[in-house]
């Protein structure tokens, strides 16, 4: 089934992709994130190599295990033709409590039907007090109003 918007990519496009997957993600639920992937899709995220809808599917059921309160910024840094690079940051806590905002990026290629085939992502997360905390929303999609990335100095 196709998920538009489709490649090629224009920079309105690529911004209205980016955003629908950032939403997805703030879903966290991995049946709603896994099939805007290609069903070989391939992964590299941190030092994990993934393939496939089953491997992605754990992967995403143990991060929002582990992960909680996760919310999510995504912003476009480029595109081009099939593939779009994104810069990211969110924000989570473990089961002791300790806050974190984990800042990435992430080089994503398409398949014609609009299903991500490849995705590339590295990140770093560092330690942060509740008061340093930024994403404020209720869990779910991020406001429409809610600063992205750019405006927060991230």
Known sequence: ??????????????????????????????????????????????????????????????????????????????CDGNRIAVRYAYEWHDDRGQWFRSYGNENWEFAADGRMAQRHTSLNDLPITDAQRLFHWPLGPRPADHPGLSDLNL
């Open 1 to 78: 089934m196709p998920r538009p918007p489709l490649p090629p990519f224009t920079t309105q496009t690529a911004i209205e992709k980016v955003r629908k997957a950032e939403d997805a993600w703030n879903s966290r639920d991995p049946d709603i994130v896994t099939p805007a992937y290609t069903e070989d899709s391939q992964w590299r995220n941190r030092s994990e190599f993934l393939t496939g809808h089953a491997e992605i599917h754990a992967f995403l059921t143990r991060k929002w295990r582990t992960e909680l309160d996760y919310r999510l910024i995504k912003e476009l840094w480029a």
